[in-house]
């Protein structure tokens, strides 16, 4: 071991030589003696027999996310990171070596400072197509490092929750010496994102020609409303030309404020913080306010015993509009509401917002300024460890924590401006909900150096983890005005319901890590799992793990090789599994019910005596490689993961009262390869750092022995088959367009999902491939159209610095896969009276033609509009997600102030997308549901953002 202040400490293997040369490097670069956290401990890179993603301090501070899992992407190998739209805090999908499941989550298990963190998607909120994301509340500035943990044998270390991978944060700590207190803060400009191209109302009037009148009358101040569509007079009150995108965005602006004090001495290390985040949407009234505290305490009571805690409360308050498929979504509005309109109604003085119109479509405009949707979260976040040495080896450790979380949520649609239904003339709703988990963990840890050669350490321990969930529900409708927005103020109680539910895991574990001679490794462990969620004849669940590593660099035979750092190869396997079953799948219950108007209940469920947690074991083979002096570190995986006993459903008889059951059956396999480089180019004045990952997965599902699985969103269909991908996108395949009568061969006497039978096609109809030949288009004719799971992934980061100026870049990748943009399908229909995008300008209009978009024809006789590769686009994309100048002040001049450091900086984020997709961003996730993960539907866009600001340490 050689070290020195300001350099990394570093470990050089003798390898039978009397003398050799070692070169320290700078701290701030990575070594192969950096500690990375793992389960139940750490180890140094250097060690790890585990496949492992860090990201470190120094890549962390060069980002400027709002959630901590978005700081993911683009910079953990395996790792395929999605955010889920432009609505501030909304956060992002992480799938780790791929989708293993299909009915189940696919979300890593986080762990934070070795608590287990509630991080599922609070989906059930009143805002339809918005789940408030619970990783929010963890505010990314006060972590260190992130360490996600990969293969088989780590995932075996937490059994039943781990087989998605495992996330491990670590916030800062205090540190001995004299305290220190660092101050950051930043504003961003976020820009408004370029518009769709859709018809201008000229263009619109020419498509409604095309359509022709409906076929019976639709009543407006005594008019028709096919004449108001197509005839309207100069100044009119329908004579506009009105770019509804333009009146629903605009720019939007953030601030950032981060306080960090921290110091200690030999007895106690303490670090404080508490931070401030206020981010804007790009669509009005659309936000996230969040305010956060954290208090890290490490204090020595004895030599034996030590005492730490780590709390922390978040507040954090969004407000947001309908994304999806909601009626008031108003992205959906703004580009299918007709240019003919405007917001105002601007034949009264007073100018108020216009009304729905007489297609029944909500003013955009009224959604936004009149339409509430607000989610107030509290969460406090505690842990209290207390460790007794028993010996120098061995000590003991319990730890208690508790996360409390708890959102009220009130939802109020207007009269102004909004469709009516019936006689609700406005509503108002309110949901409270709370979620309360506790957590014991104690484990008996030995660590000893037997002599030279041998290095033993043991873990052993149980945890226990209980959960309670409730959710109150109240609506309300027609209180006295718009200005009356509370859950009494309604004349009528529409609606009042109740859910909740427990659960709990009683858990026991053992790991072991023996190292002979520096040079062999192996790891073992074995974690019992016991839930109340799981069926009475499965109560338990076994996960073993073992891992093994040779490091051929410290063998004699390599002795010669001086530019050699580091050579290891790496092997691992391990079974974990994954929970997500729900809280009483496996018993029979009873739901209330209403017979010929008289309450009562009915069976719920079928019992399921069974049921048990998905499985999934994982075989690993690593490579790690250092050379020049650790200038250039190389990894590398290969891993083969299969998952059975999939939580599915499976039909049963009809006369059982029931369509399916929930049982384990069928198997998926993930297989694939990861690459990862860390160079350091240059150093000196001028140094060049890079880093690079690249992540190849193929996904199949092997078994499915109840037939097929399809899920539909819309006109999108997602399946589920044997042999292929899970994401497979199904439909009908286009061929072409018949251009004449003459072309027209096949019958169409499909139907399509809601039963309505196709007439006969015509000229200017899309021709569907009749794939069994039979002379019709129907049913049997669908097959799959594209995968909405990427081949390859990933992401690459470079820092050029000279003496106090850097600049950061960092950029990310996905490829070979396909998406559908759900709001296309709406605005290319051609089949209503909606507005349309300037493409249907090229649609048939008469024989001849020479074109691939499909006539227009109202209420879509002939299904052009059906699912089919018509709508599935390349969702390929490489994108400049970050770049980001600073400025650090020298050594010099900081001297000659009061102040520790100061950096300013200046970021611009979403730069530059390179890409095929034809809609607002090929970068999305509408839906978790991985059958229709490739599916955007008018989600919030991601934009351009530019920020400045300044760090500075007192």
């Known amino acids: ?62 980002q400027t996310a709002e959630s901590l899992e978005t700081m993911l992407q683009g910079m953990a190998t395996g790792a395929h990171v999605i955010q889920r739209s432009g609505f501030p805090g909304s956060g992002a999908e992480v799938y780790i070596r791929g989708p ?61 929750r781990a087989s998605n991978g495992i996330i491990l944060i670590e916030t800062y700590k205090g540190s001995q010496g004299a305290s220190t207190l660092d101050l950051s803060t930043r504003f961003g400009l976020v820009m408004v994102p370029n518009n769709l191209s859709l018809l201008d109302a000229t263009q619109f009037r020419s498509l409604i ?63 404080f913080t ?52 909601s009626i008031y979504n108003p992205i959906t509005l703004a580009t299918t509401k007709a240019p003919i309109l405007e917001p105002y109604d601007m034949s009264s003085l007073s100018h108020p917002l216009d009304s729905a119109d007489f297609l029944g479509k909500s003013n955009p405009l009224a959604v936004i300024q009149g339409l509430e949707n607000s989610n107030v979260v509290n969460r406090f976040i505690t842990t209290i460890a207390i460790a007794y040495d ?84 109240g609506s309300s409708i027609n209180t006295p005005s718009d200005a009356f927005t509370s859950l009494g103020s309604g004349a009528i109680m529409d609606s009042i319901s109740y859910a909740g539910g427990k659960w709990n895991t009683l858990s026991f574990f053992g790991n072991a890590n023996y190292i002979y001679n520096d040079k062999y490794y192996l790891s073992a462990n074995l974690r019992m799992d016991g839930s109340s969620r799981f069926g009475e004849n499965n109560s338990q669940g076994y996960f073993p793990g073992v891992a093994l590593a040779w490091k051929l660099s410290s063998e ?22 994954n929970d997500d079953i729900g809280n009483y799948s496996s018993l029979a219950y009873y739901i209330p019910a209403n017979y010929q108007l008289m309450g009562g209940y009915r069976q719920g469920n079928l019992r399921n005596p069974d049921l048990k947690w998905e499985k999934t074991a994982q075989l690993d083979l690593g490579l790690d490689l250092s ?59 001028f140094k060049w750092d ?39 996108i199904y439909g009908y395949k286009v061929l072409g367009i018949y251009q004449t009568e003459s072309e027209i061969q096949l019958k169409n006497t499909g139907v399509d999902p809601s039963g309505y039978g196709y007439e006969a096609f015509q000229p200017g109809d899309l021709i569907f491939e009749d794939r069994n030949e039979d002379g019709e288009i129907n049913e049997k004719d669908k097959t799959i159209i594209g995968c909405t799971t990427p081949d390859i992934y990933g992401g690459f980061h470079t820092t050029l610095q000279y003496k106090g100026f850097s600049l950061f870049a960092m950029m990310n990748y996905a490829y070979g896969y396909e998406v559908v943009d759900g709001l296309r399908t709406v605005l290319e229909s051609m089949s209503n009276y909606d507005n349309q995008t300037s493409r249907t300008m090229d649609r048939w209009m008469q024989q001849g033609d020479q074109t691939d978009v499909p006539r227009a024809a109202l209420g879509d006789p002939s299904g052009n509009s059906r699912m089919s590769s018509r709508w599935v686009e390349d969702g390929s994309y490489l994108r400049l997600k970050t770049v980001t100048l600073s400025y650090t002040l020298s050594e010099n001049i900081i001297n000659k102030t009061f102040l520790r450091n100061l950096t300013i900086f200046l970021s611009a984020h979403n730069l530059m997308t390179w890409g095929e997709f034809g809609g607002y961003d090929p970068e999305f996730s509408t839906n978790t549901d991985v059958l229709n993960a490739g599916l955007y539907y008018a989600g919030m866009p991601h934009t351009r953002m530019y920020t400045a600001g300044l760090r500075f340490g007192l």
Do not use: C
């Open 1 to 62: 071991m050689v070290s020195y202040p300001g350099y990394t400490t570093q470990e050089a293997p003798l390898r039978g030589r009397s003398s050799l040369i070692v070169q320290l490097i700078e701290a701030n670069l990575r070594s192969l003696n950096d500690p990375v956290p793992v389960a139940y401990g750490e180890k140094e890179i250097r060690d790890l027999s585990e496949s492992v993603s860090l990201i470190n301090e120094n890549l962390l501070q060069k």
């Open 100 to 160: 293993n499941s299909i009915n189940t989550s696919h979300k890593p298990l986080y762990i934070i400072d070795g608590f287990i963190l509630k991080s599922d998607l609070f989906e059930s909120t009143l805002s339809e197509g918005t789940p408030f994301n619970t990783l929010v509340d963890i505010n990314p500035e006060d972590i260190e490092s992130i360490t996600v943990l990969k293969d088989g044998y780590s995932s075996s270390t937490y059994g039943s």
């Open 209 to 271: 020609s095309d359509l022709g009148p409906p076929p019976g009358l639709m009543p407006f101040v005594g008019s028709d409303a096919y004449d108001i569509l197509l005839n309207s007079s100069p100044n009119d009150r329908f004579d506009n030309n009105t770019n509804w995108q333009d009146e629903i965005y605009q720019q939007a602006f953030s601030q950032n404020y981060h306080l960090k004090l921290k110091g200690g001495d030999g007895i106690s290390r303490y670090m």
């Open 274 to 325: 508490l931070g401030y985040t206020d981010k804007n949407g790009v669509i009005d009234n659309t936000s996230l306010s969040r305010l956060t505290s954290r208090f890290n305490l490490d204090y020595q009571i004895s030599s034996k015993l030590t005492f730490s805690s780590r709390i922390s409360y978040t507040n954090t308050n969004t407000s947001a509009h309908d994304q999806g498929s």
């Open 390 to 473: 028993l010996t120098p080896a061995l000590k003991i450790k319990s730890t208690f924590g508790m996360d409390y979380f708890r959102a009220r949520e009130n939802r109020f649609i207007p009269s102004q401006g909004i469709k009516r239904y019936k006689d609700r003339i406005n509503q108002t709703s309110l949901q409270v909900s709370k979620e309360l988990m506790f957590n014991n963990e104690t484990v008996v840890q030995y660590d000893k150096l037997l002599g030279y050669a041998h290095h033993l350490n043991f873990v052993a321990g149980f945890a226990l983890q209980t959960n309670q969930f409730q959710s109150d529900y």
């Open 556 to 577: 004699p035979f390599l002795q010669d090789l001086s530019f050699m750092n580091l050579l290891k190869i790496r092997a691992s396997y391990g079974i974990s599994g």
């Open 627 to 685: 050379v020049l002096k650790q200038r250039l570190t190389f990894f590398a995986d290969y891993y083969i993961k299969t998952t059975s006993d999939l939580l599915t459903y499976e039909r049963i008889p009809w006369e059982s009262g029931y369509d399916y059951r929930i049982v384990n059956m069928g198997k998926i396999e993930n297989r694939g390869f990861e690459l990862g480089l860390v160079a350091k180019i240059l150093t000196g004045d």
């Open 690 to 728: 890079l880093g690079v990952n690249f992540s190849k997965n193929k996904n199949t599902i092997l078994e499915l022995p109840d037939g097929d699985v399809i899920r539909r969103y819309g006109v999108f269909e997602g399946i589920a088959r044997e042999g292929e991908s899970i994401g497979s």
